[in-house]
């Protein structure tokens, strides 16, 4: 069974910037896009940032120009570089691969910003 497995949350600073890591336990095939996700107390989860297979980038309007989203294919790892960080940035981050068969997920990290 493949795991991912993030990494890179923490406590920072409003102003401050963080890396998140997200890694494959094995080789995942046909890998369309990863993703980044965040959910937030009483909130529902949200789109964060995507990458595909292409390699074209999207990004949610309230992280556009603060984060980046980026991927290493060999390592079947996708990272998430989070700048300039804002106290409503605090929520719990999940890692996402879509495959042509599956969808798998992480077990989250938590980023938490303080003002």
């Known amino acids: 069974q493949v795991q991912l497995v993030e990494s890179g949350g923490g406590l920072v600073q409003a102003g401050g910037s963080l890396r998140l890591s997200c890694a494959a336990s094995a080789t995942i095939l046909s890998i369309n896009a990863m993703a980044w996700y965040r959910q937030a107390p009483g909130k529902q989860r949200e789109l964060v940032a995507v990458i595909t297979s292409a390699g074209s980038t999207n990004y949610a309007e309230s992280v556009k120009g603060r984060f980046t989203i980026s991927r290493d294919n060999a390592k079947n790892t996708v990272f998430l570089q989070m700048s300039s960080l804002r106290p409503e940035d605090t929520a719990v981050y999940y890692c996402?691969?879509?495959?042509?068969?599956?969808?798998?997920w992480g077990q989250g990290t938590q980023v938490t910003v303080s003002s």
């Open positions: 996402n691969i879509l495959t042509a068969w599956r969808s798998y």
